[in-house]
């Protein structure tokens, strides 16, 4: 990520011997673990520093509190919390969509700190700042793809494409929302059928679909 892009500011220090790091690196996987455990309000730098086996000072040492350690975690992760980029031009344009919403939610799923997230965005408004940033980005990578896929007659001609993106990031981020684990393999195609049926018409998909079933 660009250094003007950064949320942390200025590291009190950045370990470069090897042992070092790796206790910087023990602190924001620990605070990563207390973070899903207990909540961002009700952990502490104190909590963090014990649970990774080191004095509290020596969080102080890496982090200047542990705002700027749970910014260092999302840094490299932001984009796990937002909609895949989309390509229109697969063959079976459903099933390569559902495949990649599988891969999304498995990995937010898997990072665990997504309640986390509403929690800080009320009252951090750098933060909040920083997602919708991040959230443009991929508007405009949908964007593009969509203008691809009208360029090549793929796509109804009549949709404000700018709209249309920012619906499927909507119902993307949305999508598995009060669904039960047993139900999220058949969510996938649903989801991805949805949109689909939104951008393609019915001959285009049917054509797509025919060609992967004749390959």
Not at 119 to 136: G, H, I, V, W
Request: hydrophobic share 40%; glycine share 6%; net charge negative.
């Amino acid at each position: 990520m660009p250094d003007d892009e950064k949320l942390v500011g200025e590291y009190p220090f950045l370990p470069k011997q090897e042992r070092a790091q790796a206790k910087r690196n023990a602190l924001i996987e620990s605070g990563y673990a207390l973070f899903q455990e207990k909540g961002y309000e009700q952990t502490t730098a104190k909590e963090i520093a014990a649970h990774a086996g080191v004095a509290t000072g020596t969080f102080y040492r890496y982090f200047s509190d542990k705002r700027q350690l749970l910014m260092s975690l999302l840094e490299d992760k932001i984009e796990t919390f937002l909609p895949p980029e989309i390509s229109w031009f697969s063959n079976n344009p459903v099933a390569s969509l559902a495949s990649s919403l599988e891969i999304h939610y498995n990995r937010i799923h898997e990072f665990g700190l997504r309640h986390v997230l509403p929690e800080l965005l009320s009252k951090d408004s750098e933060l909040e700042a920083f997602l919708e940033t991040a959230r443009n980005r991929i508007h405009a990578r949908i964007l593009s793809g969509l203008k691809q896929a009208g360029e090549k007659g793929l796509i109804w001609d009549d949709l404000d494409l700018d709209t249309v993106a920012w619906a499927i990031m909507v119902i993307v981020e949305n999508g598995l929302d009060k669904t039960s684990q047993s139900e999220k393999k058949g969510r996938y195609q649903d989801i991805a059928k949805l949109i689909c049926r939104m951008v393609f018409p019915p001959s285009i998909l049917e054509q797509l679909s025919k060609n992967d079933v004749d390959k």
